[in-house]
């Protein structure tokens, strides 16, 4: 059984900029949502998909934005990139948005804009 | 609002136990997870709660009292490699949307 995969590791964008971040859920999981964490902070929820729909949002702006795939696979897009998206990114899958079901983390993408 | 609350910092030493506590105020409550997380790394799964009492597992056991909006998870016979931070999540709502406080730093020392 595969875990949950993000690509890239790392990532290096300059203000203004746009990013993609890429997540490859658990097998047999339907459900994505993505997290950012900044440096000594918890996660915080940015928004979760379910079956290719969005099912959730977190207090972010409207320039995060994602995608689920049919293979439940997820991005995450952040647009006019600013100094503060310098963080963390996270993405976790479970096998149902129902409240309960252990979300499986990735490693994380780390993004440092400058 | 959603407001969790941890210790910034705990400091123990190897063999001991340690209760890392949480108290939450959420505006609805479906249960409580205690991650695991090394710098650097992705949070692991410990525990979950849903109803009050203690759950254990192994060297760990999580308590929760939904009266009182706390909960603590206990460590025992602490090794070194249990020095990371340790985060309490909430589900406000239905669904599986987790808000996570800020996390314990754990030191543990020889």
């Known amino acids: 059984e595969t875990g949950v995969t993000q690509s890239p590791t790392h990532l290096i964008k300059t203000r203004g900029q746009q990013v993609t971040l890429r997540c490859s859920s658990q097998?047999?999981?339907?459900?994505v949502s993505w997290y950012q964490q900044a440096l000594g902070q918890g996660p915080q929820f940015i928004f979760q998909y379910y079956r290719e729909e969005e099912n959730g949002r977190g207090n972010f702006p409207p320039r995060f934005s994602g995608l689920q795939f049919p293979n439940y696979s997820s991005e995450l897009n952040v647009n006019a990139l600013e100094l503060d998206d310098s963080a963390l990114y996270l993405c976790a899958s479970s096998s149902s948005a129902v409240a309960g079901y252990e979300q499986y983390f990735g490693p994380g993408t780390r993004l440092t804009v400058t | 609002g959603q407001n969790i609350d941890q210790p910034t910092e705990m400091t123990a030493t190897e063999g001991a136990i340690v209760q890392i506590n949480c108290t939450y105020q959420t505006s609805g409550f479906n249960g409580l997870f205690w991650y695991q997380q090394h710098a650097g790394e992705a949070p692991t799964f410990l525990s979950y709660n849903v109803l009050d009492g203690l759950e254990e597992k192994g060297r760990f056991s999580s308590f929760l009292s939904r009266s009182k909006g706390y909960s603590y998870l206990l460590l025992k016979e602490l090794q070194m490699k249990d020095s990371a931070s340790y985060l309490c999540?909430?589900?406000?709502?239905?669904?599986?949307?987790?808000?996570f406080g800020a996390g314990t730093i754990l030191r543990v020392k020889s």
């Open positions: 097998s047999g999981h339907n459900t």
């Open positions: 999540a909430v589900l406000p709502e239905y669904g599986n949307k987790l808000v």
